[in-house]
């Protein structure tokens, strides 16, 4: 992938070479690939690349200590429940109804793109939304079903970040679930969402706060949720946001002022900052 360089043939090795440096942009989802795991493999290897670092990326990928995070730093969220499979009981859904209520979102805290997301009305379901869950992870977490719009934000920078103007994803569905990103298409976004002034502010602040929260580098998309009586609420930072010319993150940044051949140069210029920096840490520990 480039943005105004040469065009070059994929390489067999990602070695960094004396006349063409390399910097990897790792656009891999879900476990084995924004984990923190190729991040890890990166770092061992020496070779710069795009997006947070080991801790950031598993931190942000697992939503159940990511919430943990987001609530010591006193940001706004919506209530949820975590549990290890092992700690699934028959009480859990008199837990659920007593401390969120229905309905309620069970989803595996180790995944994306909405796969083995169930939105779930009642008690009577509780139990095999929980079980498909935990078909993909040993942790679930199930988070109180709040009426909102679904707001997202793009952030950029390393130690200095700073946020695009919000978007807006309208699902067609009863929430933006897998279909709707991938297969049919049909959920609308609309750059930039269409806020009151103060909230597209607050909106802006927030991202970087729970970007920061969550150790984010170089890029992340944070999305929100927009309730009425209660504002903005983070739901969740991802950190390789979907990265085509028509996705949301570029297209945040294009409403920003930053275009997308722009937009990869200035990752790339933040992954070769993050890694001399990184570089010169680890010369003075020798």
């Known amino acids: 992938?480039?943005?105004?360089?040469p065009a070059l043939e994929p390489l067999a090795t990602v070695a960094p070479a004396d006349d063409l440096p390399v910097v990897v942009l790792p656009l891999l989802h879900g476990p084995h690939g924004e984990d923190g795991t190729v991040q890890g493999l990166l770092e061992l290897a020496g070779v710069p690349f795009v997006g947070a670092g080991v801790?950031?990326?598993?931190?942000?990928?697992?939503k159940a200590k990511a919430k943990e995070v987001l609530?010591?730093?006193?940001?706004?969220?919506v209530r949820?429940?975590?549990?290890?499979?092992?700690d699934v009981d028959q009480s859990l859904a008199k837990e659920v109804g007593a401390e969120l209520g229905w309905p309620a979102f069970v989803k595996p805290a180790n995944l994306g793109s909405s796969v083995g997301i169930t939105k779930v009305d009642d008690e009577a379901g509780l139990a095999a939304a929980v079980e498909l869950a935990l078909g993909y992870d040993e942790w679930v977490v199930i988070e109180e079903g709040v009426d909102a719009r679904e707001i997202e934000c793009g952030v950029l920078?390393?130690?200095?970040?700073e946020a695009s103007v919000p978007g807006e994803i309208v699902p067609s569905r009863e929430f933006y679930d897998y279909d709707d990103k991938y297969r049919t298409g049909a959920a609308r976004m609309v750059v930039p969402a269409d806020l009151p002034d103060a909230v597209t502010e607050e909106c802006r602040?927030?991202?970087?706060?729970?970007?920061?929260?969550?150790?984010?580098?170089?890029?992340?998309?944070?999305d929100f949720l927009y309730e009425g009586g209660r504002g903005l609420l983070v739901n969740e930072v991802n950190t390789i946001p979907g990265f085509t010319p028509h996705s949301m993150f570029p297209l945040l940044w294009q409403a920003t002022g930053l275009a997308y051949p722009d937009l990869i140069d200035r990752l790339v210029a933040?992954?070769?900052?993050?890694?001399?920096h990184r570089a010169d840490r680890i010369g003075r520990r020798r």
């Open 1 to 5: 992938l480039t943005a105004r360089g």
């Open 55 to 62: 801790l950031g990326s598993a931190l942000c990928m697992d």
């Open 71 to 77: 609530a010591q730093h006193g940001l706004p969220q």
């Open 80 to 86: 949820f429940i975590a549990r290890r499979d092992h």
């Open 157 to 161: 920078g390393n130690a200095e970040l």
């Open 205 to 222: 602040l927030l991202a970087v706060a729970a970007a920061r929260a969550l150790r984010a580098e170089g890029m992340a998309r944070v």
């Open 270 to 276: 933040l992954a070769l900052e993050r890694h001399r």
